[in-house]
Each structure stands twice: as structure tokens, then as C-alpha cells.
């Protein structure tokens, strides 16, 4: 199986919310990302997943011959960068793709201390930064909100 990191520009921001719509249960509207995205420092990749060779992307329009599978979206600033959020279609977990799409971050900012936040009970996440070397430092109360008015926390990673 091949995955192809592509850049987020103004002409996949509709592929790339429909995609975030699927990953998670408050997806970003396409007008929000292109806003996020229209923030200086802000990068954005889309994973499109080899559709020729792949059984699980033959159930889904092709995008430039692929799969669009996952993205990333982080924000540069004075000393760090944050991811600001990354998600897989639930059929394509697993294959690796969520780890391409740090190394992609990690390649295009050398050396920037990397931080992020995740839901305290979001195994699936933590397993990957830590397996990818981010560190625990923090923790924020009450940070997502979820439905009936219950609140969970977050953990602060960071990868330096
Ligand atoms: C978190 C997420 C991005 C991981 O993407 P992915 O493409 O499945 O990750 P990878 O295939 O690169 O996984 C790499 C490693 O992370 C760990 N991991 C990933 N998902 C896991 C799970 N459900 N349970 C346990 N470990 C998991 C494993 O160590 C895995 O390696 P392995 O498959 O060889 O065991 C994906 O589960 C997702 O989109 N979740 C919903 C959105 C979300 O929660 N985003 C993060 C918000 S902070």
C-alpha cells in the first residue's frame, strides 16, 4: 500500500473537511479550515491512500487517483509548533497512516518542539505520541466539552 502526503491548499479544503467530518463528532466546517488554514505558519496535509491497490479505498470517489484518508493541520509560532488537529478515516486506522503524517510535520519543521493536546481517555492517540516520542507535561481540567454537559481533560504532549 502507498500513501501520498499532499499539501492542503485552497482547492482541497472541501476534500479535507469531509474527511475531518469522518474522523471526528464536531468536525470543522470547510469555511472554518480554510480560515485556520488562512493564519500565517499554518500548514495542512492530506494522506490519499493508493486507490489501485487498495481494497478499502475502492468504496470511495477517488481523489486524484486515491483515497483521501487523513490530515494534519498544525500552526508554527514563536518556539513551537501546535497540532491543531489530525485524524484517519476509521476504515484506514491502523495502516500507518496517522504516523506519515507526524513525519511529514517533523520533516517540513526541523528541530521545532512539537506540542499538542488529547482527551484523557483517547487511547488510540495517546498510544500513537507516545509511541512516536512525545512526552507527557500537562494536563488542562474540564477542556472538551462532551454531550449532557460532562467535560474531560486534556493532556499536554510535547515532542522536542
Ligand atoms: C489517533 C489516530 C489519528 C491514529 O491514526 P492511525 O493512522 O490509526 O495511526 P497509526 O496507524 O500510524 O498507528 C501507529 C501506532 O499508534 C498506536 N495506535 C494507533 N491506534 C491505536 C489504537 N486504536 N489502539 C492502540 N494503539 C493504537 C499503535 O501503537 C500503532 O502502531 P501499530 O498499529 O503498529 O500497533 C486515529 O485513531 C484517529 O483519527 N482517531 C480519531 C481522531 C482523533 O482522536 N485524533 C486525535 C485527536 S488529539
Known amino acids: 500500500m502507498r500513501t501520498t502526503i499532499l499539501p492542503i491548499t485552497p482547492l482541497h ?5 469531509a474527511v475531518h ?24 496535509w492530506l494522506a490519499i491512500l493508493d486507490s489501485n491497490r487498495d481494497r478499502i479505498a475502492n468504496r470511495a470517489p477517488p481523489f486524484r487517483g486515491g483515497l483521501p484518508a487523513g490530515l494534519i493541520v498544525c500552526r508554527l509560532t514563536v518556539g513551537e509548533a501546535e497540532i491543531l488537529t489530525v485524524g484517519v478515516l476509521p476504515r484506514a486506522r491502523r495502516l500507518g497512516i496517522g504516523s506519515l503524517l507526524f513525519k511529514k510535520v517533523c520533516n517540513t519543521l526541523p528541530g521545532e518542539t512539537i506540542i499538542l493536546e488529547v482527551a484523557v481517555d483517547n487511547m488510540a492517540a495517546i498510544t500513537l505520541y507516545q509511541k512516536l516520542g512525545f512526552k507527557k507535561v500537562g494536563r488542562r481540567s ?17 515532542l522536542s
Open 21 to 44: 467530518a469522518q474522523c471526528f463528532k464536531r468536525p470543522w466546517e470547510e469555511s472554518f479550515l480554510a480560515g485556520v488554514l488562512s493564519i500565517s505558519g499554518t500548514f495542512g
Open 13 to 17: 479544503t472541501a476534500v479535507a473537511a
Open 142 to 158: 474540564h477542556y472538551y466539552p462532551r454531550i449532557n454537559g460532562v467535560t474531560v481533560d486534556a493532556f499536554i504532549f510535547r
